[in-house]
């Protein structure tokens, strides 16, 4: 099946710095990915969504200066957590729908990136 | 202003017993709804999902769910669960011309061998 690749699955890193995670779909090309924040208590928030070969769209709350998003390619999302504070230690998550299969397919989740910022 | 709603957030089941957890949702026009499952350790999976027709929906490891448009529900049931079944069940929506999901918060199920 579909395959959504997230790199890298954990990340620790310095207050302040910068943190790119990738999300790569494998077998199918994505206009589409989506980038999702998890909470300890477990519940998922949508940050934002990434368009290939346009600006993503961020949800109301998400500092879009803060976190980046570029899709380059039908294949290939990167978030970039910019001067990363503590609090932004959470886990991150993305997903992509085949473009084939439309806006109604199901999505395909990568497997998370843990980030922790000290 | 669109959201889902799930009402157990840690249920413990001994192996065997029937499993129902509860969905509901905030949204306004035609919805599609899902249930995803992530096992320890692993990514979220698609367990089921409905878009349209039949209510009553089959997925994966003999679970279903019923969509109860009037009640604005989309709950999810297993006759009878298996330790292997241990996991957070997410239930989400979204609409039909988006692939947008907003997510519940998830529930713990807990199955006891």
């Known amino acids: 099946g579909a395959v959504v690749s997230q790199h890298p699955s954990r990340v620790i890193c310095k207050s302040g710095t910068s943190v790119k995670i990738e999300c790569r779909s494998l077998?199918?090309?994505?206009?589409?990915m989506f980038w999702y924040r998890q909470f300890p208590k477990k519940s998922l928030m949508l940050m934002a969504t990434?368009?290939?070969?346009?600006?993503?769209?961020?949800e109301q709350g998400v500092e879009k200066d803060k976190f980046l998003i570029n899709h380059a390619s039908l294949t290939l999302s990167t978030l970039t957590v910019t001067s990363a504070h503590p609090e932004d230690s959470s886990f991150y998550i993305c997903?992509?729908?085949?473009?084939?299969?439309?806006?109604?397919?199901?999505?395909?989740f990568g497997n998370g990136t843990r980030l922790t910022v000290t | 202003a669109q959201s889902v709603s799930q009402h157990n957030h840690h249920v413990i089941l001994s192996e065997a017993a029937s499993l129902e957890l509860g969905c509901n949702y905030s949204?306004?026009?035609?919805?599609?709804l899902f249930w995803y499952v992530q096992y320890p350790g692993q990514h979220l999976q698609l367990l089921l999902k409905?878009?349209?027709?039949?209510?009553l929906v089959k997925g994966i490891k003999g679970f279903e769910a019923e969509f109860i448009k009037s009640k604005f529900s989309f709950n999810l049931r297993k006759p009878s669960v298996q330790w292997s079944d241990t996991a957070e069940y997410f239930c989400?929506?979204?609409?039909?011309?988006?692939?947008?999901?907003?997510f519940g918060q998830g529930t713990t199920l807990q199955v006891k061998p």
């Open positions: 997903s992509a729908g085949d473009a084939l299969e439309g806006t109604n397919s199901p999505l395909h």
């Open positions: 077998d199918f090309q994505a206009t589409t």
């Open positions: 990434s368009n290939e070969g346009s600006k993503a769209t961020y």
């Open positions: 949204y306004g026009g035609t919805v599609n």
């Open positions: 409905y878009f349209s027709g039949d209510p």
């Open positions: 989400a929506v979204t609409g039909s011309n988006t692939g947008k999901l907003i």
